[in-house]
């Protein structure tokens, strides 16, 4: 069993405090939803996680299967298995699709790694994801919508098939059929893999594809409230102002005790 651990972690940029104390653990098999407000630090704990440069750990610990990967660089962490799925997705003009996934997984692979295979899945994957067959011989996102980005993001986490999967608002500038396929792709994938699936995101039409078992709301660079996924009805119908303020106050009523 494959398990991230998020221990006491204090991030900064640019000398501001992003995460502050942040506490979480993430197990195969688990699906995890981190949700709240606005720059609470949700994008940024996947970046910190993937191993983003221009943040900075000031203290606390990230442990993938109890290795301590703070100084690991991105490429390593990618090579371990664990994955990115990024909310604004870059162009890379010059580097098609199927070179980037065929040399990642053949880095991956080393001598294991058969080309019939690949260009198997890879068919498979696009007609599944019902992309442009197209769009696997041109550059990275160049000219992609953002729907298409997000697909093509999917694409890469079934062909290199991660152990933690981070999917950073995968939501986000799609349409209901767009996220109605992405959310069944991510399932099928989970049903298949089993692997520790981490979704930030804002909005509960995700999460009625990718049903989460524990759902996280930061707060002030920290988990505030956790539960299971009744805690989403809970603030789609609420928003966080009252469940945020429920968990001030016990805050100062452990102060108060201390």
């Known amino acids: 069993m494959d398990k991230l651990e998020i221990k006491d972690l204090t ?7 992003i995460l502050d104390g942040l506490n979480l653990e993430i197990k195969s098999g688990e699906i995890h939803a981190i949700m709240g407000p606005n720059g609470t630090g949700k994008s940024t704990l996947s970046q910190v996680i993937m191993g983003h440069p221009a943040y900075k750990i000031e203290k606390g610990e990230i442990l993938f299967n109890g290795e301590n990967i ?10 371990a298995g ?34 019939f295979d690949f260009i198997k899945e890879l068919d498979n994957q696009i007609d599944d994801l019902k992309m442009n067959k197209d769009m696997v011989h041109r550059s990275i996102n ?25 999917l ?20 099928k994938y989970y049903k298949e893999n089993k692997p520790a699936l981490l979704l930030v995101t804002h909005y509960q039409r995700l999460l009625d594809y990718i049903v989460p078992d524990f759902v996280h709301v930061l707060y002030k660079g ?37």
């Open 168 to 187: 950073d608002e995968i939501d986000s500038g799609l349409d209901v059929d767009s996220l109605k396929l992405i959310g069944e792709s991510v399932t």
């Open 70 to 79: 703070n100084k690991l660089s991105v490429d390593k962490r990618a090579h």
């Open 82 to 115: 664990i994955f990115l799925g990024m909310q604004m997705p870059m162009e890379i003009e010059g580097v098609s699709n199927a070179d980037f996934l065929r040399t990642a997984l053949r880095s991956k692979q080393g001598n294991d790694f058969k080309l």
């Open 11 to 17: 991030v900064s940029i640019d000398g501001k405090t």
């Open 222 to 258: 920290k988990v505030a409230v956790s539960g299971d996924v009744s805690l989403v009805k809970e603030i789609e119908e609420n928003g966080y102002e009252k469940l945020l303020k429920n968990y001030a106050n016990k805050l100062e009523e452990n102060k108060s005790n201390e």
């Open 142 to 166: 160049l000219g992609f919508s953002g729907g298409e980005r997000k697909k093509n993001e999917i694409l890469q986490m079934h062909i290199l098939k991660p152990k933690i999967i981070m």
